[in-house]
């Protein structure tokens, strides 16, 4: 069974910093490029940053470059998410996603608030 | 990286059929045939519905089917039932390992 565990939200004041990370289980990760998917309360989904299989290549929606960056460790089967200089809009369930084969995490919550 | 274009809402009958439309771009939809359908209830993670424009996975209902042409996808959904109230999402593939939402459709049963 495929197994997506996020973890690391939580509070953070604004300009402040976190580090995501995404357990994976049940499927050969390696051969798979991963996503971060957010959802801000009340509203619809955003992908926000994407990594090839091998670590081969990552990229992020414009509204968090230069922000937020996703790295893998294939050894431990898990996906990361940093992310940095938060900001207000960035409070969302941010969600690990194998946008290949449709399977999500149940998501961890990031707040930025002071 | 602009999200892809559905209706905010939708309803329909209990037993009625509805149809769900999700607009792109030669850049997304209109280049890949890899777009998905989630159907997310609240407090819950997405389901996956849809992959591939048109293939369903094992354990979704045939009520659920989809369509592409060009630079739109859409959801059909027949026999509408009560469960189905939900909020409905699409997906595309856009290059580089890179993926772009549609910004969600409230299926209201009535």
């Known amino acids: 069974e495929v197994q997506l565990l996020e973890s690391g939200g939580g509070l953070v004041q604004p300009g402040g910093s976190l580090r995501l990370s995404c357990a994976a289980s049940g499927f050969t990760f390696s051969k798979y490029a991963m996503s971060w998917v957010r959802q801000a309360p009340g509203k619809g989904l955003e992908w926000v940053s994407g990594i090839g299989g091998t670590d081969d290549g990552a990229d992020n929606a414009d509204s968090v470059k230069g922000r937020f960056t996703t790295s893998r460790d294939n050894s431990k089967n898990t996906l990361y998410l940093q992310v940095s200089n938060l900001r207000a809009e960035d409070t969302a369930i941010y969600y690990c996603?194998?946008?290949?084969?449709?399977?999500w995490g149940q998501g961890t919550l990031v707040i930025v608030s002071s | 990286q602009s999200a892809l274009t559905q209706p905010r809402s939708v309803s329909g009958s209990p037993g009625q059929s509805v149809t769900i439309s999700c607009t792109g771009t030669?850049?997304?939809?209109?280049?890949?045939?890899?777009v998905s359908w989630y159907q997310q209830h609240p407090g819950k993670a997405p389901k996956l519905l849809i992959y591939d424009a048109t293939a369903r996975p094992s354990g979704v209902s045939d009520r659920f089917s989809g369509f592409k042409s060009g630079n739109t996808a859409s959801l059909a959904i027949s026999g509408l039932q009560a469960d189905d109230e939900a909020d409905y999402y699409c997906?595309?593939?856009?290059?580089?390992?890179?993926?772009?939402f549609g910004g969600g459709t409230k299926l209201t049963v009535l």
């Open positions: 997906s595309s593939y856009a290059g580089s390992s890179t993926w772009v």
């Open positions: 030669s850049g997304n939809v209109g280049a890949y045939k890899y």
């Open positions: 996603v194998n946008c290949w084969s449709g399977h």
